[in-house]
């Protein structure tokens, strides 16, 4: 089967290396990079530009598309490239919409009774301005689309002023000017997955996200910084609660709203001591969840994929896991994320001790990604950043 993963980022390799493993496949990725390159040959194509890769596609003989990254999924790839008869695992461009539109998500938890924080969404300023006078603080502020920005606040005069600032700002053109206001909830974030075909969801594996440069509770965000997948006891019933209160409905409430889907589906969440609140759907495995997640699946990847695209979930078997925890370290240079160098290099990755993988993400960013399994450690001199050679 000829495959073409899209994405250059740690998720695109860490499926390129996956679906390497399946015996049927012939992988292609688009564009890339210099992890991926190892494995597949890279393709000189735009993955935004849905027409160019669904031509492309039909002309090259591609039977299965992978886009690595959910913002692909955006622009309509699935509807560009379904009329051509090409298989693809992501979510209708309808679909998507809970995933770009945090205001539209925020109305589908709640019409749903899905735990999130308490707050709303708002197209008024003048509605938003009078709600966040009172509420109680810290308070979190989000645009509607996620590259319109947003934080937590703990003065309400700064908080005003960055509500103000955030209708005024359209990260695109044609975006919504709405913000979604709710109550900050402290505690520990967990990203969970599955596989649906649009009725029947494969439950993925929870994993805890690191996206600060610290411990401490103001410490500055940086994304990806690490990922834990345990395999405790805790753990696996954490995945189990997810998935019946939480995965299960959201299926259940797109087949309701006639939203086409079929892909992996997800969600961020907030673990406090009232259980857990969805702070983020989205429509793909996050990042740094691909690296710790897709190491421990036993099963191969490919037909549980064919399987969601084809309607037919319900057929195969549960995945199967192995039994260990997973370890993502990013690797990144001194003054992440705000001002670092690039163009260096990290020493030591044909030494590392069997057992660790590094995935590599984009030339632009030039980090890696440390998969760490039990009895093995990371080396001092690759614990050092600069960027990796292959990237």
């Not at 992978?66 to 790839?77: H, I, N, R, Y």
């Not at 967990?190 to 439950?203: E, H, I, Q, R, Y």
Request: charged share 15%; net charge negative.
């Amino acid at each position: 089967m000829k495959i073409l993963v899209l994405g250059d980022d740690g998720r695109a390799h860490a499926f390129v290396w996956k679906l390497f493993n399946s015996p049927s496949a012939d992988i292609l990725c688009a564009p890339g990079n210099g992890g991926t390159n190892q494995l597949a040959p890279s393709v000189d194509l735009d993955p935004s530009d849905v027409v160019a890769v669904g031509r492309w596609a039909f002309s090259t003989g591609i039977d299965l598309i992978v886009p690595a990254e959910s913002t692909l999924l955006w622009s309509g790839l699935v509807d560009e490239v379904v009329s051509m008869q090409i298989g693809v695992c992501g979510a209708s461009q309808r679909s998507t919409r809970l995933e770009w539109s945090h205001c539209y998500a925020k109305e589908f938890l709640q019409k749903y009774n899905l735990p999130n924080p308490p707050g709303r969404a708002f197209t008024s300023l003048g509605n938003a301005e009078k709600y966040l006078a009172a509420q109680p603080l810290p308070v979190l502020l989000r645009a509607d689309h996620p590259a319109g920005g947003g934080g937590v606040y703990h003065d309400r005069y700064a908080a005003l002023e960055a509500l103000r600032e955030l209708f005024v700002n359209r990260p695109i053109e044609g975006s919504s000017n709405g913000v979604v206001i709710e109550q900050h909830l402290p505690g520990i974030l967990v990203s969970f997955s599955a596989l649906t075909d649009g009725t029947t969801a494969l439950p993925f594996l929870p994993s805890r996200i690191y996206d600060r440069l610290g411990p401490e509770p103001g410490s500055p965000e940086a994304p990806g910084m690490g990922a834990i997948c345990s395999n405790s006891t805790y753990s696996r019933k954490l995945g189990a609660h997810l998935h019946q209160h939480l995965i299960v409905p959201i299926v259940a409430a797109l087949a309701k709203e006639n939203l086409p889907y079929w892909g992996f589906i997800g969600v961020d969440c907030v673990i406090t001591d009232r259980g857990p609140y969805v702070t983020t759907l989205r429509c793909g495995l996050r990042d740094m969840e691909a690296q710790v997640v897709l190491p421990r699946l036993e099963s191969d990847l490919l037909p549980l994929v064919e399987a969601a695209q084809m309607r037919r979930l319900a057929q195969v078997a549960a995945p199967q896991w192995r039994d260990e925890s997973s370890v993502g370290i990013a690797v990144v240079p001194q003054g992440y994320p705000h001002h670092y160098p690039i163009g260096g290099l990290v020493e030591g990755l044909s030494d590392l001790d069997p057992g660790i993988l590094v995935f590599t993400i984009r030339p632009t960013i030039r980090t890696a990604c440390a998969i760490n399994r039990p009895g093995a450690a990371l080396r001092p001199d690759c614990s050092a950043w600069e960027a990796c050679p292959a990237g």
